[in-house]
């Protein structure tokens, strides 16, 4: 098993449910998220930007 720490752009969503939702489809598509957090938002551009760290592999 292998932890990566990345960033990820989400388009913010009309309610937080739908957000929580978008981020986590997001980071599933690099490994399974051990722990993430919005640390920025634009609203101009309406993204958020999200920190987390992910796993990925099998363990042993």
């Known amino acids: 098993m292998t932890t990566h720490f990345i960033t990820a ?5 009309e309610t937080p449910t739908e957000l929580q939702k978008a981020i986590e489809a997001e980071l599933k598509k ?4 051990l722990r993430w957090a ?8 309406k993204k958020a930007t999200v920190e987390a ?8």
């Open 30 to 33: 690099q490994g399974e998220p």
């Open 9 to 13: 752009e989400i388009d913010l969503q």
């Open 53 to 60: 760290v992910v796993t990925t592999g099998n363990a042993e």
């Open 38 to 45: 919005v640390t920025s938002v634009d609203t101009a551009q």
